[in-house]
């Protein structure tokens, strides 16, 4: 069960310190993994302990160089946290997640208004790659019952060839590379070639299931219409920073003479 001590730990930072001392492995996006006392994560950034005694320092990350911490601790756990242990510091506007919804576009994040423009995700022909990772060229490894390099045991034998070995009662057949793409199944008590496989016929591919072997899939941005209503520039997925108070979430950071200063005309 790992989800309740995250979740314990995740009410002991408060915000601000962990009371109990946690040792955690940070990975950054760039450059190595770092290892050290988990002493802070806040909002903005993440604090750790680093060394012993003398030679100890605080190393701080910000969320944005964060590919992951070993505890799961993620920013959201952490904001929630926050927020819990400190209502009254919430921006009332936003409420602490420092974003409100774009004015300009309300919140969609494009602009309905405005003429479409030619899908930059597809270069405006309705078709992007095949996403699927082991798609090449609309093609993915046979995962049929046939003879082939990755799949068994081979070994390196006569004439120099790769061999795999099946073993039976009574004693055991082989077969060479050069049968790869055929079936080798048990037949009256014996291993026995089934001759080609009748997924790949023999040719060790077949076609990739997401993109039936087209290669090309329907872009996802313009859904195959090769156009696209042009993107909100005032704002990220439909929000934009909380002018109250400055993406930070928190109602503070107003000092007190600014606030009693009246409003511009
Ligand atoms: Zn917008
Ligand atoms: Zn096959
Ligand atoms: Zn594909
Ligand atoms: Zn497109
Ligand atoms: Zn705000």
Not at 64 to 89: D, V
Not at 91 to 119: H, Q, T, Y
Not at 121 to 128: H, S
Not at 226 to 238: H, R, S
Request: glycine share 10%; aromatic share 6%; hydrophobic share 30%.
């Amino acid at each position: 069960m790992r989800t309740l001590p995250t979740l314990v730990l995740a009410l002991l930072l408060a915000g601000t310190a962990a009371r109990a001392a946690e040792m955690v492995m940070l990975t950054p996006n760039e450059g190595k993994s770092v290892t050290g006392e988990l002493i802070k994560a806040n909002r903005e950034k993440v604090v750790l302990k680093v060394g012993e005694g003398d030679a100890a320092q605080e190393v701080s990350f910000t969320w944005e160089q964060i590919k992951k911490i070993s505890n799961g601790i993620t920013r959201e756990k952490a904001l929630l946290t926050w927020a819990k242990n400190h209502p009254e510091l919430l921006c009332e506007s936003c409420k602490g997640e420092g974003k409100v919804f774009c004015a300009a576009c309300n919140g969609k994040g494009f602009l309905p208004d405005l003429e479409k423009v030619p899908c930059t995700k597809c270069a405006a022909t309705g078709l992007m790659p095949c996403p699927y990772f082991s798609c090449k060229l609309g093609k993915v490894p046979c995962d049929g019952d046939c003879l082939r390099p990755e799949v068994g045991t081979w070994t390196k034998g006569k004439e120099g060839l790769m061999w795999r070995r099946y073993v039976f009662n009574g004693g055991f057949a082989e077969w060479s590379e050069r049968h790869y793409g055929e079936v080798i199944k048990m037949k009256d008590g014996r291993p026995t070639n089934m001759g080609k496989c009748p997924k790949c016929k023999g040719t060790l591919k077949m076609d990739c299931p997401v993109c039936e072997g087209k290669k090309t899939v329907t872009c996802v941005a313009c859904k195959g219409t090769k156009l696209m209503v042009p993107n909100c520039e005032k704002c990220k997925d439909g929000k934009s920073t909380c002018p109250d108070c400055g993406g930070s979430g928190e109602k503070a950071a107003k000092k007190p003479d600014e606030a009693k200063t009246p409003a511009k005309p």
